[in-house]
């Protein structure tokens, strides 16, 4: 039971626990300062795999490898920007817990990294590795964000808030 003092805190924590928090000594600041330190580089790590390994290397590849122009290019890019909004749309609905959102999200940048950069080149998975790059980098960002935005303030954003808001015009 928290008292009235323990009561204005939002952490919910009672003294005893704040200071204690992850063990003997190792306080919820603490904690709070090691994992989003540990969440920064994961996302940082994922960030720059996908970066280097598609998003810089797409256009190069399809152009030299298999000879396409702008139109075809293009027309990836549409298909994309649609899937990213159908995606966004169907993780608001399905109001996904924020882990099982970035879990779900690393696993698709893991994977599109790995289609993408597989020998030999076939056109369909080097779509379908980009595809799900950018499809990754939206998935992970509205939990990423509202996690983040927890460890670091006092203001609550929600997982849903901050997809609602990546939709907003």
């Known amino acids: 039971e928290l008292d009235e003092k323990e009561r204005a805190f939002a952490?919910?924590?009672?003294?005893?626990?704040?200071?204690?928090?992850?063990?003997?000594?190792?306080?919820?600041k603490t904690f709070q300062l090691h994992l989003l330190v540990r969440w920064c580089i994961i996302a940082?790590?994922?960030?720059?795999?996908?970066?280097?390994?598609?998003?810089?290397?797409f256009q190069p590849v399809v152009v030299t490898h298999f000879s396409w122009g702008s139109t075809t290019i293009a027309s990836v890019t549409v298909i994309g920007t649609g899937l990213s909004v159908v995606i966004s749309l169907a993780m608001t609905r399905l109001r996904l817990r924020p882990h099982w959102q970035t879990l779900a999200a690393s696993l698709l940048y893991l994977l599109g990294v790995f289609i993408f950069t597989v020998q030999p080149l076939r056109p369909w998975r080097v779509i379908l590795g980009y595809l799900l790059g950018i499809k990754a980098q939206?998935?992970?960002?509205?939990?990423?964000?509202?996690?983040?935005?927890?460890?670091?303030?006092s203001v609550r954003v929600t997982n849903r808030l901050t997809t609602v808001l990546c939709l907003a015009p």
């Open 138 to 153: 939206i998935l992970f960002m509205s939990p990423f964000i509202a996690i983040f935005s927890t460890l670091i303030g």
């Open 11 to 28: 952490t919910a924590l009672c003294d005893k626990c704040w200071d204690n928090y992850a063990g003997v000594k190792y306080s919820f």
């Open 44 to 57: 940082s790590l994922l960030e720059f795999s996908m970066n280097a390994g598609i998003l810089a290397t």
